[in-house]
């Protein structure tokens, strides 16, 4: 079996590395395409010179055990995958056009398709794929982690939602800044049943700006048919600058009967809850998970397991993203 893989690999990366890997663990002879520096230069303002670029290259493939490899200079993006007599060719995912391409262009010239084996982006902390143009810049290191701070903006005023997420961002990140952004969340002041995620959604949307990631949280009452009753669920939505969306809530739990009844009746669940405590900005406090469990629970701690729940994917964002 003889396996095609190519690009640039200048300041070699975990995402060059899943992609050599792959190429290596088919088994196969391997031929490695890797581009000239006249062609490396019209997609990119720097690079290492080509025979930097081959010696590390080959110094890498050797450590990992790869035999039988060859490496060949190539000027355009096709490559001598597109003639040469081969069997599979390893892409990356972004490339998988590409790779069709190549197999279409074999097809013109009389030679049997490529078994093509895409390997997934490997995502940097802010969910963008490592690249070498992003560590030259001190962006990311070669493993993705962030090297500057990481901006996340959420979609509220609420000191309590935004100190949440600092408190987790700060588990995640070893270098953020968190920023209130008021918006509208574009769903009614009390939303119900799928408002309720529709309007994390939005704020979340609305509140990426200029930020890394934009984070959104909404409650509001679910109907469960099971037990016949109302649930208070927070939902909170995470979105990047790829568009890419996670979303995770925290627990349910039910309000007393008088409250749900002064809901339906167009109040808000705040305003529900100020009325039979006497407890002015309750929401901005313990709210009321805190005083219906006499204060054995918080509303802090509630909205921060529904934000981590949120930011599992892109914990393990190669299982996920």
Avoid at 25 to 38: F, H, I, P, Q, R
Avoid at 74 to 88: K, T
Avoid at 235 to 253: E, I, N, Q, S, W
Avoid at 261 to 269: A, D, H, P, Q, Y
Wanted: hydrophobic share 40%.
């Amino acid at each position: 079996m003889r396996v095609a893989v190519g690009g640039t690999f200048d300041i070699l990366h975990a995402g060059h590395e899943a992609l050599l890997k792959k190429a290596i663990g088919t088994g196969g002879k391997l031929l490695v395409g890797l581009t000239s520096d006249e062609m490396a230069r019209r997609t990119r303002k720097r690079v290492s010179p080509y025979a930097l670029r081959k010696h590390n290259l080959e110094s890498y493939l050797r450590r990992k055990g790869a035999k039988g490899f060859e490496i060949v200079r190539i000027d355009d993006e096709l490559g001598p995958a597109v003639s040469e007599e081969l069997d599979a060719l390893v892409v990356s995912a972004e490339k998988r056009a590409v790779a069709v391409r190549v197999n279409e262009e074999r097809a013109m010239r009389g030679f049997p398709p490529l078994d093509l084996f895409p390997v997934p982006m490997v995502l940097a902390e802010d969910c963008l794929p490592i690249s070498s143009t992003r560590i030259r810049a001190k962006e990311v290191d070669r493993t993705g982690r962030m090297l500057r701070t990481l901006v996340i903006n959420v979609g509220t005023n609420n000191r309590l939602k935004v100190s949440a997420i600092k408190t987790v961002a700060s588990k995640l990140y070893s270098k953020v800044k968190v920023r209130g952004v008021p918006v509208e969340s574009g769903v009614p002041p009390e939303p119900l049943e799928q408002d309720v995620v529709l309007g994390a959604i939005n704020r979340a949307r609305r509140a990426l700006g200029g930020g890394d990631f934009g984070v959104g949280i909404e409650a509001g009452l679910f109907w469960n048919e099971s037990i016949r009753d109302h649930l208070d669920v927070q939902y909170c939505a995470v979105v990047d600058k790829a568009g890419r969306l996670t979303v995770g809530h925290g627990p349910g739990f039910a309000y007393p009967p008088t409250v749900v009844s002064l809901v339906e009746k167009g109040m808000t669940v705040g305003q529900a809850m100020e009325r039979i405590t006497g407890i002015k900005g309750m929401g901005s406090k313990q709210g009321a998970i805190g005083y219906l469990s006499h204060g054995r629970l918080d509303r802090e701690e509630i909205t921060k397991i529904a934000i981590f729940t949120a930011f599992l994917p892109r914990i393990r964002r190669d299982l996920y993203l």
